[in-house]
């Protein structure tokens, strides 16, 4: 519909789009964008866009970025633009060390072959480039990190809730809000400080670096996750096990990115692969996700109609 859309990421809301259209989304570093002129920081939440090349993400990342005036906090800024280092050809005496699983973060969940199967082919393409590649069996199927996330999601959420109130001038209430996020709202609202502080630093222990699918499925048909259901915390739930690999790197604050690689012919729909870079790592994510660009190059392919 646009060339260039908006989107932001506060558990995957940038790179889930992304791999059920079949475009590039990136959650930058956190910091990395400011949240001027409405807020400081944000521990979860990140802007950013929705292209189809990654050469687009790169420049409009160098227009968005940088420090505001009044900003809490912010990422360091690039040696370099992002553009440049994104567009640099890749150096073949010094590879890349990356590792890669399909083990979901959430237990209980069941990874469809496709979304696995592009995985392990995406780290095989990556080798094939000349880059060291390694399965890695991550200790992160912590039952209590669903739950750990919601303890500080929920808090951000009544946050800005209540900021919207005093903009607004009177209270929130339920016809304000879908019943899933007037659901969380109300679940924050029964965290304490303690409690909500302990969470952040619960999450900050969480730190990891990767290859992943983007999705545990294929894109779900419409209303499967339901938002406005009469079982909002159920419809929570079930978007986790879709969506298991994107809210770690919200939690870490980390740099990540969903490419469109692949395509499965049985639902005619794409297959993201979900690459996560190192701390303020744009630029060699970048430049890493080009090189996956040129040797699957995706930005003319179409869904059909």
Same mark, same amino acid.
């Given at each position: 519909m646009v060339p260039i859309a908006h989107a932001n990421d506060g558990g995957g809301s940038t790179r889930i789009p992304a791999a059920c259209c079949g475009l590039v989304g990136l959650k930058p570093q956190r910091g990395r964008i400011s949240l001027a002129p409405e807020a400081g920081e944000a521990y979860l939440v990140q802007d950013g866009v929705l292209t189809r090349t990654l050469a687009e993400t790169a420049q409009l990342l160098d227009i968005l970025s940088g420090h505001v005036l009044g900003d809490a906090s912010w990422a360091p800024p690039p040696a370099e633009p992002f553009a440049a280092q994104a567009a640099?050809?890749?150096?073949?005496? /010094?590879?890349?060390?990356?590792?890669?699983?399909?083990?979901p973060p959430i237990p209980d969940v069941t990874v469809d072959p496709v979304c696995a199967k592009a995985a392990h082919d995406a780290a095989a393409l990556l080798e094939s480039l000349g880059h060291e590649v390694v399965e890695a069996d991550p200790p992160w199927q912590d039952a209590?990190?669903?739950?750990?996330?919601?303890?500080?999601f929920g808090p951000a959420l009544a946050t800005q809730m209540a900021f919207i109130g005093i903009v607004n001038g009177r209270e929130p209430t339920a016809e304000d809000m879908e019943p899933l996020s007037w659901a969380i709202y109300n679940l924050s609202r029964? =965290?304490?400080?303690?409690?909500?502080?302990?969470?952040t630093f619960q999450l900050h222990a969480v730190a990891r670096a990767l290859i992943t699918p983007s999705l545990a499925e294929a894109p779900v048909v419409h209303d499967t996750i339901n938002p406005c259901s009469d079982q909002p915390m159920a419809d929570f739930t079930r978007s986790g096990h879709f969506t298991p690999y994107t809210a770690g790197q919200? =939690?870490? &604050?980390?740099?990540?990115?969903?490419?469109?690689?692949? /395509?499965?012919?049985?639902?005619?729909?794409?297959? &993201?692969?979900?690459? =996560? &870079?190192?701390p303020a790592g744009e630029g060699d994510l970048l430049a890493?996700?080009?090189?996956?660009?040129?040797?699957?190059?995706? /930005?003319?392919r179409r869904a059909t109609i």
């Open positions: 640099r050809e890749p150096d073949p005496t /010094h590879p890349k060390r990356i590792a890669f699983t399909t083990l209590s990190l669903l739950e750990t996330f919601t303890a500080n029964g =965290i304490d400080s303690v409690q909500a502080s302990l969470a919200n =939690i870490t &604050g980390s740099p990540a990115i969903s490419l469109p690689l692949y /395509h499965r012919e049985d639902l005619d729909l794409p297959v &993201g692969v979900q690459i =996560i &870079g190192q890493l996700a080009t090189q996956l660009e040129a040797a699957l190059p995706w /930005h003319e």
